[in-house]
């Protein structure tokens, strides 16, 4: 028997590996398994190359547990290992310097293990004790017996062991017992090892028995892994069946992909994988993470996008870019390390040629469906508006390909690049100042009025509802030159696009004003919404009254949920303004019926106001010709005085026309109106406006 001290500088490794890569402590069985899978296919290779001349046999891998036992044993019939190879590639392992190694690696399993070789030392983690019983594949080998208790005490001692290969024995610790969950290591062999390149065998298949009436064992192994997954055959020896029944096998819960793109490419790195384009209409964050990036068969990670800075700005770029973590599949390239960290894929040269790669490629396959069959991109393109919307968001480079074969969609279900609808308004939607005005709604439904109003007026509509829309149009207002968007209900239609000065009034100020706060004073109280009215002179086939919202400001509260830093606007109340159309017959019997009906009442206040305003503006002609101090107690109070008085008439003159607005059923009636055309009419105000229609029907 041998005994002896693995070779470490580092006083005692196993604490630092359980106290530090805990975390991550679940990868212990991909390595594992992985190391089964390199002395097999390295048994291979010497086979294929006249080095080894017995015969193969079955070259399974088997994971077998022992609940009772507590132990996790994975066996393979590889090349094994003598004794100087034990001590070779298991007892040495040399760090430099304990600090350093806490400090660097404290936070990372995967970083640990790629830098320092310590695949195997990762099984550790979860292990009070590892044996390893092993024979070599060469003539005359003994087999041998390696054991250690998670100290760098290890023993090595003559074992009986027939065939070659090794059997690695994990004794579970005793925090660690959910590795003794037949389920649990279910659940790790398939998200590790399930493409693997040998054939890995968990358990036996299943069926059921009538007369036991459960599910028993059967005779056959119940192999967990495909070892030739689609991504490994040639695209050409593939059907579109294929690709779809391989989508459905890793997102069983997914729709169909609208289509994929087969990656083959070995210079100037190695990478094969399919990536898919998944039907994605809204929620970004729950699309995340389905692409797997595999080395060699062997699952690293899903999380393939970089880093950014606080304020959005990229800061690192991972193996795809962030909008191409919205696609789904796989990528599979022996050049990133199997033991690969997020600050590794942000760094290293290969991983920004293989992003760039991808990127081109996912470009490529836009361009040629569009080009080979705009019908069929047009028919996916509600699907694709979010993905390529992100990506021209995220991406200049990706903005300066995707102008091409980005599409605009209109309320009537019509395409357009961005030139052909540029093309297609620039004779009709060019405001008095030359800017192009890009009308565009957000739901059909709601705004079919205004999107009628603009359409009588010759103008086109886009129908904008998607989850991005709202910041792709600040990005395009940077990119089109003199253009701007405009929601269809931001404004009464004249105003959208302004041909020429607007019309002025044929009111008198005071009827303007009247006018105004009789319909003012009757909005209802709503959270978080305020009001404005104005009277705008629009012609009589226009609508009485029309309620706008500003484009500016609503779209500022849009961003709000997009930007951090925004949330000021999120929190500022909904702005609507009420336009009441002097022309219109109902405003201007309105107006008259307020006249006759106040006309007697407001009189004497209106003198009495217009006397008092007279003389506060005297006396604040007056003292404006002083300085502060020289103004005197009385000068003062005469001011106050006066401003007091001005303010009573005014409430008088409100207190009249409250009264008259507030029993004028025209007045409610229009204001239900526009409420209604904007979806802001419900519960009790709804039913009062259903029964006042019933009564002036009558």
């Given at each position: 028997?041998?005994k002896?001290?693995?070779?470490?500088?580092?006083?005692?490794?196993f604490?630092?590996?359980?106290?530090?890569?805990?975390s991550?402590h679940?990868?212990?069985?991909?390595?594992?398994?992985?190391?089964?899978?390199d002395a097999?296919?390295?048994?291979?290779?010497?086979?294929?190359?006249?080095?080894?001349?017995?015969?193969?046999?079955?070259?399974?891998i088997?994971?077998?547990?022992d609940?009772?036992?507590?132990?996790i044993?994975?066996?393979?019939?590889?090349?094994?290992?003598?004794e100087?190879?034990i001590?070779?590639?298991?007892?040495?392992?040399?760090f430099?310097?304990?600090?350093?190694?806490?400090?660097?690696?404290?936070?990372?399993?995967?970083?640990?293990?790629?830098?320092?070789?310590?695949?195997?030392?990762?099984?550790f983690?979860?292990?009070?004790?590892?044996?390893?019983?092993?024979?070599?594949?060469?003539?005359?080998?003994?087999?041998?017996?390696?054991?250690c208790?998670?100290?760098?005490?290890y023993?090595?001692?003559?074992?009986?062991?027939?065939?070659?290969?090794?059997?690695?024995?994990?004794?579970?610790?005793?925090?660690?017992?959910?590795?003794l969950?037949?389920?649990?290591?279910?659940?790790?062999?398939?998200?590790?090892?399930?493409?693997?390149?040998?054939?890995?065998?968990?358990?036996?298949?299943?069926?059921?028995?009538?007369?036991?009436?459960?599910?028993v064992?059967?005779?056959?192994d119940?192999?967990?892994?495909?070892?030739?997954?689609?991504?490994?055959?040639?695209?050409?020896?593939?059907?579109?069946?294929?690709?779809?029944?391989?989508?459905?096998?890793?997102?069983?819960?997914?729709?169909?992909?609208?289509?994929?793109?087969?990656?083959?490419?070995?210079?100037?790195?190695?990478?094969?994988?399919?990536?898919?384009?998944?039907?994605?209409?809204?929620?970004?964050?729950?699309?995340?993470?389905?692409?797997?990036?595999?080395?060699?068969?062997?699952?690293?990670?899903?999380?393939?996008?970089?880093?950014?800075?606080?304020?959005?700005?990229?800061?690192?770029?991972?193996?795809?870019?962030?909008?191409?973590?919205?696609?789904?599949?796989?990528?599979?390239?022996?050049?990133?390390?199997?033991?690969?960290?997020?600050?590794?894929?942000?760094?290293?040269?290969?991983?920004?040629?293989?992003?760039?790669?991808?990127?081109?490629?996912?470009?490529?396959?836009?361009?040629?469906?569009?080009?080979?069959?705009?019908?069929?991109?047009?028919?996916?393109?509600?699907?694709?508006?979010?993905?390529?919307?992100?990506?021209?968001?995220?991406?200049?480079?990706?903005?300066?390909?995707?102008?091409?074969?980005?599409?605009?969609?209109?309320?009537?279900?019509?395409?357009?690049?961005?030139?052909?609808?540029?093309t297609?308004?620039?004779?009709?939607?060019?405001?008095?100042?030359?800017?192009?005005v890009?009308?565009?709604?957000t739901d059909?439904?709601?705004?079919?009025?205004?999107?009628?109003?603009?359409?009588?007026?010759?103008?086109s509509?886009?129908l904008?509802?998607?989850?991005?829309?709202?910041?792709?149009?600040?990005m395009?207002?940077?990119?089109?030159?003199k253009?701007?968007?405009?929601?269809?209900?931001?404004?009464?239609?004249?105003?959208?696009?302004?041909?020429?000065?607007?019309?002025?009034?044929?009111?008198?100020?005071?009827?303007?004003?009247?006018?105004?706060?009789?319909?003012?004073?009757?909005?209802?109280?709503?959270?978080?919404t305020?009001?404005?009215?104005?009277?705008?002179?629009?012609?009589?086939?226009?609508?009485?009254?029309?309620?706008?919202?500003?484009?500016?400001?609503?779209?500022?509260?849009?961003?709000?949920?997009?930007?951090?830093g925004?949330?000021?606007?999120?929190?500022?109340?909904?702005?609507?303004?009420?336009?009441?159309?002097?022309?219109?017959?109902?405003?201007?019997?309105?107006?008259?019926?307020?006249k006759a009906?106040?006309e007697?009442?407001?009189?004497?206040?209106?003198?009495?106001?217009?006397?008092?305003?007279?003389?506060?503006a005297?006396?604040?002609?007056?003292?404006d010709?002083?300085?502060?101090?020289?103004?005197?107690?009385?000068?003062?109070d005469?001011?106050?005085?006066?401003e007091?008085?001005?303010?009573?008439?005014?409430?008088?003159?409100?207190?009249?026309?409250?009264?008259?607005?507030?029993?004028?059923?025209?007045?409610?009636?229009?204001?239900?109106?526009?409420?209604?055309?904007?979806?802001?009419?419900k519960g009790?105000?709804?039913?009062k406006?259903?029964?006042r229609?019933?009564?002036?029907?009558?």
């Amino acid at each position: 028997m041998q005994k002896g001290n693995i070779g470490v500088t580092t006083e005692n490794i196993f604490p630092v590996i359980k106290k530090f890569l805990y975390s991550d402590h679940e990868i212990f069985l991909r390595e594992m398994v992985s190391n089964a899978v390199d002395a097999t296919q390295k048994l291979k290779t010497l086979a294929q190359q006249g080095e080894f001349k017995g015969e193969e046999g079955d070259l399974t891998i088997h994971v077998s547990l022992d609940a009772d036992k507590g132990t996790i044993t994975i066996s393979d019939r590889g090349i094994g290992m003598t004794e100087e190879e034990i001590d070779k590639y298991i007892n040495q392992i040399a760090f430099s310097g304990v600090n350093d190694f806490l400090e660097k690696y404290k936070d990372n399993a995967n970083n640990i293990i790629g830098h320092f070789g310590l695949g195997f030392y990762s099984s550790f983690m979860v292990s009070k004790k590892v044996e390893i019983i092993t024979k070599s594949y060469k003539d005359g080998a003994k087999a041998v017996k390696w054991s250690c208790d998670g100290s760098p005490a290890y023993e090595i001692d003559d074992a009986e062991k027939e065939d070659r290969g090794s059997d690695i024995i994990l004794y579970i610790d005793d925090d660690c017992k959910e590795f003794l969950e037949k389920e649990k290591i279910q659940q790790l062999l398939t998200k590790y090892c399930k493409f693997m390149a040998v054939p890995i065998a968990f358990g036996k298949k299943q069926e059921w028995s009538s007369e036991k009436k459960e599910m028993v064992d059967t005779a056959d192994d119940n192999i967990i892994n495909n070892i030739e997954p689609l991504w490994t055959k040639a695209p050409s020896t593939l059907k579109d069946e294929d690709y779809t029944k391989f989508y459905r096998d890793l997102y069983p819960m997914s729709d169909e992909p609208m289509f994929w793109i087969h990656l083959n490419v070995d210079y100037p790195f190695n990478l094969t994988g399919i990536l898919y384009f998944p039907r994605i209409k809204s929620n970004l964050d729950l699309q995340r993470n389905k692409i797997q990036l595999y080395c060699n068969q062997v699952f690293v990670t899903d999380q393939l996008e970089g880093t950014t800075d606080p304020d959005g700005t990229a800061k690192t770029r991972g193996i795809v870019p962030e909008f191409l973590t919205l696609l789904h599949g796989i990528i599979d390239s022996p050049d990133i390390p199997l033991n690969v960290s997020r600050s590794y894929l942000q760094s290293d040269s290969k991983v920004k040629k293989i992003s760039t790669y991808i990127t081109k490629k996912v470009v490529d396959r836009l361009q040629a469906i569009f080009k080979e069959d705009r019908k069929q991109y047009e028919e996916k393109w509600d699907d694709l508006k979010l993905f390529i919307n992100y990506g021209m968001l995220s991406e200049e480079s990706f903005y300066d390909k995707a102008k091409d074969f980005a599409l605009m969609k209109d309320t009537e279900g019509k395409y357009f690049t961005f030139d052909e609808y540029k093309t297609l308004i620039e004779g009709a939607q060019k405001d008095k100042d030359g800017q192009l005005v890009y009308l565009y709604a957000t739901d059909k439904e709601e705004q079919y009025s205004y999107i009628q109003a603009a359409k009588d007026k010759g103008y086109s509509v886009l129908l904008l509802d998607g989850q991005l829309d709202v910041p792709a149009i600040q990005m395009l207002e940077q990119k089109f030159e003199k253009s701007r968007f405009t929601r269809v209900d931001s404004d009464i239609i004249d105003r959208l696009i302004v041909k020429d000065d607007a019309p002025k009034s044929n009111l008198s100020e005071d009827e303007s004003a009247n006018l105004s706060h009789v319909f003012r004073s009757q909005m209802p109280k709503m959270e978080k919404t305020e009001f404005m009215v104005e009277v705008q002179s629009l012609g009589e086939s226009q609508r009485p009254v029309v309620i706008t919202q500003n484009e500016w400001m609503r779209r500022m509260k849009d961003m709000s949920r997009f930007q951090q830093g925004m949330n000021f606007y999120a929190q500022m109340p909904d702005s609507l303004n009420l336009v009441l159309n002097s022309d219109h017959p109902l405003v201007k019997r309105v107006l008259d019926d307020c006249k006759a009906t106040t006309e007697e009442a407001l009189k004497p206040i209106e003198s009495e106001l217009k006397g008092q305003e007279a003389r506060l503006a005297a006396i604040r002609q007056q003292q404006d010709k002083k300085k502060p101090e020289e103004l005197t107690q009385d000068d003062k109070d005469m001011k106050a005085e006066c401003e007091k008085a001005v303010e009573e008439q005014k409430h008088k003159k409100e207190d009249v026309l409250n009264g008259y607005a507030a029993k004028n059923d025209i007045v409610h009636q229009l204001i239900d109106l526009a409420l209604l055309q904007n979806g802001m009419l419900k519960g009790e105000a709804l039913d009062k406006f259903l029964k006042r229609s019933v009564d002036l029907i009558k």
